[in-house]
C-alpha cells in the first residue's frame, strides 16, 4: 500500500524476483515474496522521495509493486535484468507512441492521462506522487448538466489558483511583497500531496488517513463531505488549489470512496451535520451516476479541446521556469526540487527535512514537453516531447545477463580408464569469463482493470545468433559466442531454429566442440537426440519439488507420476503413454484493452490446442500445511507403492499410493526437511547394527538444521509402513544448511554411502559400516560466492558406484568411489545454475534455471562426453526454471526397444512428460 514500507533483501534471477523482508515475515507467511519474470507487464523508473533510484514493476494480476532502491545505478542494475520485451511507462518512445495514438482517437482522454502521469513520475503506489487529473466541471448546483455548454466545464487554460480573478489579485500582491526573496511564489500550497489524496480517499482507505494523522481522523469541517462545497473551497481559499485524482473518472464507475461503506465515525460539522456519505450535485442521480458524468465530460469534445492546454500547465512548458510564473503557475520552490538539489545540501539533516517538506506539501511532475501539447486534430511530431524525459540518460556500465555457454572444464582422461591402478584426480580448472546474452521471456497478455496496469505489452524475443551450418558448434572453452565475424541466421535459442522450438516434437543437435578448441578431447560417436513430449500442464500452485515416473504399476497396468510441491500438495496422475497429437497452429488472442493498439506491443499468442485425449489423470492427491520439499518413491514388494514426502513442518511422512492416505510418519528434524532418499535393502545382507532384523529399507533425510540422519523402515504387504521413531545414525559434518542429499548401498558389501549438498556449495560424503561406525569419505570444501551444491545423485554402473554434482555456478562434475576415497572424473559448465539432475544408461540429463534440459552423454566411468545436447523452454513458452527431473526406461535398453521416458518439473507448478530417444542419423 502507498504508505506501507518494507524494508529487505532484493534478489534477482532469470527464473524469479525474490524479495525477503529484512524484520521478520509477514504474518501467516513463511517465505519471501517471489515473482515470475514472465509475469511483468510493463515497468517505470521512480522517485523514492526526491531521490531518483525506484523503479514500478506492473505484473498481470492487476497489481504493481513499487521497489525503492538506495542509489540510482542501483535502480538501474534491476532495470536491465528485467525481461527486455516489456515497455518502459518512462520512456520517451513509449510517451510519443501514446501522443499519436491519441491523436488518432484509439485513446481516451482517461487513458491519455494515466500514461502522461506514468511518464510523468507519478504512481499510485506514491501518495506524495500520486496521478493528478483536472477538475472539468464547473457547474455543481443545476439540476440538469448540460455538457453542450461551455459554462459547464472549468476554463482548463488556467491554474486552479487562477480560476478565481479576486483570488488571483490576492496571491498576486504577495508575490510582488516577495520580490526580495530568494525564491518568491504565487501558491503557498500545491495541488496535488499525500493529505490531498487521502482527503477524496478517506472512506475507502481510512487505515491510510490515520497512518498520516497519527492514529485519528480530520476535524468534521475539514473531511471531504460534499462535491459542490469542495469546489467552492478550490475556488475561493486561499490556502486550497487542488485538483482531483483518476478515481473521479475512472470508467468503472467506482463510487466506493464516496460512500462510507464501513460506517465510519467521522464525527459532525460545526453546523451539526453528521459527516457521512459524500454529497453528489443536484443533476446526479447516485454517486454512480455522478462519476458516469464525470467520465463523460472528460471525454466530450470541449473537454478535449482544452485538455492540452491544462497539460501544458501539469507536465509541459508552462509547468516551471518564468513560463509558469507568465501562466500564474508559480509554487513554493520545495514543489520543484529534486535528486540533484537533494544531493547539493551538505548534511543528513538537511537532506531529510527537504525531502520531508517536498514529499508533504506536493511535487510538480517531470517536464515532459517543450512545445505546446498539439490538438488532437493536429498532426504530431516528435519536437514538443522533451528530448531526456524519463531520466533514461543514465550511464552506467551494461552488465550482461542470461546464461552462457556450455563448457568443459574438463577433458576425459583416457588413462584413467585404460590405467586404472594410476591415481589420477583431476581438478576444476578457473571457468573462462563469457559474454553472456538477453534471456527470452513470453507473456501472456491480458485486460488490466487497475489504473496504469493496462499499459502493457510483449516485444519480440531476441534470438540467439549460430554460425551457418547444419549442426551448430559450441565451443569447449571461452565465451561460446559462435558468430565471431561469421555470418548470423534467424536460429532459436542453442541454434534450435524457431520452426522447432515451439513444436510437440522436435529434435535437438548435440553441440559439437570446434577441433582446435581442445586437441586432446575424444568425443564420443556423433548421435542426435529426439524428443518427444507426452503432455504438459500446470498442475501445482507454487514450485514443483519433486517428482517420479513409475511404469506400469497403475491400475489397468498403467504409469503413475507422483509429484509433490512447495504448495504443500501431493499428487498421484496415471498417465498414458499415447503419442501426443500435433499442436495446431496458435490463434491470436484479442486484447480487449484499448491500449494494445500501440504498433510495438504485440498479441501474446494462446496455447497449442492439445490432445482431445489427457495423457494425465489426477488419480490421487494429498495436501500438507506447510510446504513439501523433496520426495521419495518405494514399492512395498506386492504391487503397493508408497510416497515419502519431507516438508517445512520438519516432518517426513509415508503415503500409501492404492490406500490413499498417510499410512506413517517421524518428526524427523529441528528444522525444515530438504531432502530425502530411500534405500532397499539387499538380498544378501545380514543382520547388523545398520541392517536390523525386519527392516526393508534404510531411509536418509537432511535439512535445514544442517544434519542428515538416518532412519530404519520397515515395509510390508498392503502398503504398511513403519519408521523407527530414532535415528541409525546422525550426521553433523556438514558446515551449512542441507539443501539436498542421495544414497546408496555399496556393492558386495554391508555398508551404505551418503552424500548430502550444502546450501555454501559444499558437499559431504560418508559411509557407514554394517556395524554402525560412521566415516567421513570426502568433504568438498565451499568456495566463496560459489552457491549451493543443488543437486547430487548416486549411480551404480557395473558394480562401481559413481556420484554427480550439480552447483548454482553451472558446474557439473562426476566421481567414483575407488579404494575407499571419491576421485574426480569430469567437470563441465552449463553457464546457468543447475537445479536438478538425473543419470542412468550413460545418459546424464540436466535440469537447469533458465528451463532449459542439458543432455551429457558419458562413457564407463562417469566420464562426459562432448557431444553436448540442449533443448530450450522444456515445460512452457516463458522457461520457468527447472526445479526436479525424473528419468525411468520402459523395455530393454541394451537392445535398443526400451524407451527412457522422462519428467520435468518447474517453479511455475508445471509439469512435462516427454521421451527421450537416441537417433543415429
Known amino acids: ?86 515497455p518502459c511507462h518512462t520512456d520517451r518512445e513509449f510517451l510519443l507512441q501514446a501522443s499519436q495514438e491519441w ?108 497512518c498520516l494523522q497519527n492514529g485519528k481522523f480530520d476535524a468534521p469541517d475539514r473531511m471531504f463531505h460534499s462535491i459542490d462545497h469542495c469546489y467552492r473551497c478550490v475556488l475561493s481559499n486561499h490556502a486550497d488549489v ?74 509541459g512548458s508552462k509547468s516551471r521556469g518564468e513560463a509558469a510564473k507568465e501562466a500564474h503557475n508559480l509554487f513554493h520552490r520545495s514543489s520543484y526540487m529534486g535528486p540533484s538539489d537533494l544531493a547539493a545540501l551538505s548534511t543528513p539533516e538537511e537532506r531529510f527535512q527537504a525531502e520531508l517538506q517536498a514529499t508533504e506539501f506536493g511535487i510538480v511532475p517531470d517536464q515532459l514537453f517543450i512545445g505546446p501539447h498539439p490538438l488532437r486534430h493536429q498532426t504530431v511530431d516528435d519536437s514538443f516531447v522533451k528530448p531526456d524525459i524519463g531520466r533514461t540518460s543514465f550511464s552506467g556500465t551494461e552488465e550482461g545477463k542470461g546464461e552462457g555457454a556450455w563448457e568443459l572444464l574438463e577433458t576425459p582422461s583416457t588413462n584413467f580408464m585404460d590405467h586404472p591402478e594410476q591415481d589420477q584426480q583431476p581438478e576444476f580448472l578457473n571457468p573462462i569469463p563469457t559474454n553472456s546474452s538477453e534471456s527470452d521471456f513470453e507473456s501472456e ?200 514426502a519431507g516438508g517445512h513442518d520438519d516432518v517426513v511422512f509415508a503415503y500409501g499410493i492404492t490406500s490413499g492416505c498417510a499410512v506413517a510418519s517421524v518428526y524427523s528434524h529441528r528444522d525444515a526437511v530438504t531432502g530425502l532418499d530411500v534405500m532397499d535393502r539387499p538380498s544378501f545382507v545380514p543382520e547388523s547394527k545398520l541392517w536390523r532384523e525386519q527392516s526393508t529399507h534404510i531411509m536418509v533425510s537432511g535439512s535445514w538444521d544442517a544434519t542428515v540422519k538416518v532412519w530404519s523402515v520397515i515395509v ?34 554391508e555398508s551404505v554411502v551418503i552424500s548430502a549438498g550444502c546450501a555454501d556449495g559444499s558437499f559431504c560424503v560418508w559411509k557407514i559400516h554394517g556395524d554402525g561406525v560412521k566415516v567421513v569419505m570426502h568433504k568438498e570444501q565451499a568456495k566463496r560466492g560459489s552457491g549451493p551444491c543443488s543437486v547430487l545423485k548416486w549411480s551404480t554402473m557395473n558394480g562401481k558406484l559413481h556420484l554427480f554434482t550439480g552447483f548454482s555456478t553451472g558446474k557439473v562434475a562426476s566421481f567414483t568411489l575407488k579404494d575407499g576415497s571419491m576421485k574426480k572424473v569430469s567437470a563441465a559448465s552449463v553457464g546457468v545454475a543447475v537445479q536438478c539432475l538425473a543419470y542412468s544408461e550413460n545418459i546424464l540429463l540436466v535440469g537447469c534455471s533458465d528451463g532449459g534440459l542439458r543432455l551429457i552423454p558419458t562413457r564407463e566411468g562417469a566420464q562426459f562426453t562432448t557431444d553436448l545436447s540442449l533443448w530450450p523452454s522444456v515445460n512452457n513458452k516463458s522457461a520457468p526454471g527447472l526445479s526436479c527431473l525424473s528419468m525411468s526406461f520402459v523395455g530393454n535398453p541394451a537392445d535398443g526397444s526400451g524407451k527412457c521416458i522422462c519428467c520435468t518439473g518447474a517453479e511455475d507448478g508445471s509439469v512435462a512428460l516427454f521421451e527421450l530417444k537416441r537417433a543415429h542419423r
Request: hydrophobic share 35%; proline share 6%.
Open 242 to 315: 487542488k485538483e482531483l485524482i483518476p478515481e473521479f473518472y475512472h470508467p468503472n464507475n467506482d463510487y466506493d470512496f464516496l460512500i462510507n461503506a464501513r460506517g465510519l465515525q467521522l464525527g459532525a460539522t460545526q453546523t451539526g451535520d453528521r459527516v457521512n456519505d459524500v454529497s453528489y450535485p443536484p443533476w446526479a442521480k447516485s454517486p454512480r451516476h455522478f462519476l458516469k458524468m464525470n467520465s463523460k465530460a472528460l471525454e466530450s469534445e470541449i473537454c478535449t479541446q482544452m485538455l492540452p492546454r491544462w497539460i501544458d500547465l501539469i507536465f
Open 103 to 210: 491523436q488518432k482517437k484509439n485513446i481516451t482522454n482517461y487513458d491519455y492521462l494515466l500514461l502522461v502521469n506514468s511518464a510523468a513520475g507519478r504512481s499510485f503506489q506514491d501518495l506524495s506522487r500520486y496521478p493528478v487529473f483536472p477538475w472539468v466541471i464547473a457547474d455543481y448546483t443545476s439540476a440538469k448538466l448540460d455538457l453542450t455548454k461551455e459554462s459547464t466545464f472549468r476554463d482548463m487554460t488556467k491554474p486552479v489558483g487562477a480560476l478565481n480573478e479576486k483570488r488571483l489579485g490576492y496571491f498576486q500582491q504577495r508575490y510582488e511583497s516577495m520580490r526580495d526573496m530568494e525564491d518568491p511564489f504565487l501558491y503557498g500550497t500545491h495541488y496535488s500531496a499525500a493529505g490531498y489524496v487521502l482527503y477524496y480517499l478517506v472512506r475507502s482507505m481510512p487505515e491510510q488517513m490515520l
Open 716 to 749: 510390508s504387504n498392503g502398503e504398511t509402513v513403519s519408521i523407527d521413531r530414532e535415528p541409525l545414525a546422525e550426521l553433523f559434518d556438514a558446515d551449512s544448511s542441507i539443501v539436498c542429499v542421495s544414497s546408496a548401498c555399496v556393492p558386495n558389501e
Open 445 to 644: 497478455a491480458r485486460d488490466r482493470h487497475h489504473p496504469f496496469n493496462e499499459l502493457y505489452g510483449n516485444g519480440p524475443s531476441p534470438q540467439r545468433s549460430s554460425r551457418k551450418s547444419d549442426r551448430p558448434g559450441i565451443p569447449l572453452s571461452g565465451t561460446g559466442d559462435l558468430s565471431e565475424k561469421s555470418d548470423r541466421t534467424g536460429t532459436g535459442f542453442g541454434g534450435i531454429p524457431p520452426s522447432l522450438s515451439n513444436a510437440s516434437s522436435f529434435s535437438a543437435a548435440p553441440l559439437s566442440p570446434t577441433a582446435t578448441d581442445h586437441a586432446n578431447a575424444r568425443a564420443s560417436a556423433s548421435t542426435e537426440w529426439d524428443i518427444k513430449f507426452i503432455e504438459k500442464s500446470r498442475i501445482h500452485a507454487d514450485t514443483v519439488s519433486g517428482c517420479s515416473v513409475i511404469s506400469g504399476t497403475g491400475p489397468n497396468n498403467q504409469s503413475i507420476l507422483a509429484t509433490t510441491s512447495l504448495d504443500g500438495g501431493l499428487k498421484i496422475h496415471n498417465v498414458s503413454f499415447a503419442a501426443k497429437e500435433a499442436e495446431g497452429p496458435s490463434k491470436q488472442q484479442g486484447i480487449t484493452s484499448t491500449l494494445s493498439r500501440f504498433s510495438y506491443i504485440t498479441m501474446s499468442r494462446a496455447a497449442g490446442s492439445s490432445s482431445s485425449q489427457p495423457k494425465l489423470a489426477e488419480f490421487r492427491s494429498h495436501t500438507s500445511r506447510d510446504a513439501l520439499a523433496c520426495l521419495a518413491l518405494i514399492s512395498d514388494g506386492h504391487g503397493g507403492k508408497i510416497a515419502f
Open 1 to 86: 500500500t502507498p504508505l506501507q514500507q518494507q524494508r529487505g533483501c532484493l534478489v534477482m534471477t532469470q527464473e524469479r524476483i525474490y524479495f525477503q523482508f529484512a524484520q521478520g515475515v509477514l504474518e501467516g507467511d513463511s517465505r519471501a515474496m517471489s515473482w515470475h519474470p514472465a509475469d511483468i507487464q510493463a515497468y517505470a523508473r521512480r522517485y523514492h522521495g526526491l531521490k531518483d533510484s525506484a523503479v514500478e514493476i506492473y505484473w498481470k494480476d492487476q497489481t504493481s509493486t513499487l521497489l525503492a532502491l538506495e542509489r540510482t545505478h542501483e535502480r538501474e542494475q534491476v532495470v536491465r535484468l528485467l525481461p527486455n520485451n516489456v
